[in-house]
């Protein structure tokens, strides 16, 4: 357990909570983005967080996974990856902010802001200089709360799923020096 403040800490996902985790995304998940499909966002959250996919991203040497807790509530994920590069910037150390989900009850008290930090410090005591992300357009909540944390536009993609309904494919990617 890595205990960030008082009230925020981490705790590992280990394979043994697969479940654990796909029944808190089917939870969450559709509460933000339902409304960005034509399935109500269940293909999403059945295919990235199958048992198969999360033993997958488990194995993954160079990532972190977490259950974030909010005075010792499972109430979102955190995942980074070390070492995933951003394309077209041109920096060494890189570090991708790979999911970050939080229940809509905690929105608002701070957590996002307390897990940027907690990373940014974390890069930075291992001489990393970047720490991006995707963030969606269509979330425009979202997108200025990383704007205000002092991460800036670099390159956008588009989403090929087909269920995604079109006008929210697509996904700018973030990044801050630290």
Same mark, same amino acid.
């Given at each position: ?5 008082? &009230? ?20 969450? =998940? ?13 293909? =999403?959250? +059945?295919? &990235? ?14 990532? %972190? ?8 509530? /499972?109430?979102?994920? *955190?995942?980074?990856?070390?070492? %995933? ?21 905690? &929105? ?12 940014? +410090? ?8 970047? /720490? ?10 979202? *997108?200025?709360?990383?704007?205000? &944390?002092?991460?800036? =536009?670099?390159?956008?993609? *588009?989403?090929?799923? +087909?269920?995604?309904?079109?006008? *929210? ?10």
């Amino acid at each position: 357990m890595i205990r960030l403040t008082k &009230q925020i800490s981490l705790k590992e996902i280990k394979a043994e909570d697969h479940k654990r985790l796909y029944l808190l995304m089917k939870e969450i =998940y559709p509460i933000a983005y339902n409304h960005f499909w034509n399935d109500d966002g269940d293909w =999403y959250v +059945k295919t &990235q967080y199958a048992k198969e996919n999360i033993l997958k991203e488990l194995s993954q040497q160079n990532a %972190e996974y977490y259950f974030i807790l909010f005075n010792d509530e /499972v109430v979102g994920n *955190f995942r980074i990856i070390w070492d %995933e590069k951003l394309e077209g910037l041109l920096v060494e150390k890189q570090v991708k902010l790979h999911r970050i989900y939080l229940h809509q009850k905690i &929105q608002g008290k701070g957590v996002g802001k307390r897990l940027l930090t907690w990373l940014e +410090k974390k890069a930075h005591q291992k001489e990393y200089s970047i /720490v991006w992300l995707d963030a969606m357009d269509e979330q425009p909540q979202a *997108f200025q709360f990383y704007k205000k &944390q002092g991460y800036r =536009y670099f390159s956008h993609s *588009f989403l090929p799923y +087909k269920l995604l309904l079109d006008k *929210f494919r697509k996904m700018s990617q973030v990044y801050k020096n630290i």
